[in-house]
């Protein structure tokens, strides 16, 4: 079960879809692409090319939380698509 305690900034990172990374790399990511600190408490997630695969980072309490969730052969998280500063599902 994911619990997130607090009120949280969710970071979607539409270009990166490696999910063999660790935290570390996630990490260094988010400074060089998104020009944050990945270590201020949000939420920072991502999917894999094929959207069954997603993954969020967190740094909390100096501890880094890296949760995970696949769907089942068949089944695909909506793929987010970004125009215009306007999200479609």
């Given amino acids: 079960m994911l ?3 607090g009120l949280k900034k969710f970071y979607y990172l539409p270009h990166f879809h490696d999910m ?3 935290y570390a790399r996630i990490m260094e990511v988010i400074k060089m692409s998104c020009h944050r600190d990945p270590y ?3 939420v920072y997630f991502f999917m894999s ?3 069954r695969t997603v993954r969020m980072v967190m740094y909390e309490k100096h501890a880094f939380h890296v949760h995970s969730c696949t769907f089942a ?3 695909s998280f909506m793929k987010i698509k970004i125009e215009k500063d306007r999200y479609f599902y």
């Fill in 49 to 51: 090319k094929d959207n």
């Fill in 20 to 22: 063999r990374c660790g």
């Fill in 73 to 75: 052969a068949g089944y």
């Fill in 3 to 5: 619990t997130i305690s």
């Fill in 40 to 42: 201020n408490g949000d």
